[in-house]
């Protein structure tokens, strides 16, 4: 099963549009803490399993993490789940910071 990337600038031009997308942070809590994208939900690749319930399987959701591998696990093991609209966000927060906002603080 292959998880589809979302490109930063894409996932911006939606939530710009007021598009209804959930964006699931798997990252640490301390991550989240250091550089988070406005409207990202925290729950750690850990608890994502347990945390199954706070997710809509029919909504469209783009999971993130700091460069891309925990959140491509994250949104496999979402599919495996019967969450269909599953998009991973291409280089994770180092992109969102590098290519839209440069004020976060990069780590």
Known sequence: MTVQEIPVQELKRRQDAGEAVRLIDVREP?????????????????????????????AETVVMCKVGGRSSRAAAFLQTRGFERVLNLAGGIDAWTR?????????
């Open 99 to 107: 290519d839209i906002d440069p004020s976060l603080q990069s780590y």
């Open 30 to 58: 301390w991550e989240f803490a250091l550089a988070s994208v406005h409207g990202a939900v925290n729950i750690p690749l850990s608890e994502l399993a347990q945390r199954l319930q706070e997710l809509d399987p029919k």
